[in-house]
Nanobody, 121 residues
Framework: QVRLVESGGGLVQPGGSLRLSCAAS????????MVWYRQAPGKQRELVAS???????NYADSVKGRFTISRDNAKNTMYLQMNSLKPEDTAVYYC???????????????WGQGTQVTVSS
């Protein structure tokens, strides 16, 4: 069974940094694009950053210059380095990945359970 697990969230002061991880496990053939989303209470879910299997990246305008997405394909893990955090970055951060499982012939989007990031003095 394929699963994604996020970790690394927590409470940080404005201007601080956090590093989120998303680890994929299970019977996986390939992991294609991996994406970080976030959702604050009462707000729409927002795409934060994405990274393709080849390492091409895209960022939401709100995080450009502050966040860096990366992945370690050998470990089936994606990271989000978040610097210069602002209160408006407070949200639950979710990992999403398009994955081809070993026992399924088509790729499917998988979601992690989310990790809370709170930026507050």
């Amino acid at each position: 069974q394929v699963r994604l697990v996020e970790s690394g969230g927590g409470l940080v002061q404005p201007g601080g940094s956090l590093r989120l991880s998303c680890a994929a496990s299970g019977s996986i053939v390939s992991i294609y694009t991996m994406v970080w989303y976030r959702q604050a209470p009462g707000k729409q879910r927002e795409l934060v950053a994405s990274i393709t299997s080849g390492g091409n990246t895209n960022y939401a305008d709100s995080v450009k210059g502050r966040f860096t997405i990366s992945r370690d394909n050998a470990k089936n893990t994606m990271y989000l380095q978040m610097n210069s955090l602002k209160p408006e970055d407070t949200a639950v951060y979710y990992c999403n990945a398009r994955i081809s499982p070993k026992t399924i012939l088509v790729s499917t989007d998988y979601w992690g359970q989310g990790t809370q990031v709170t930026v507050s003095s």
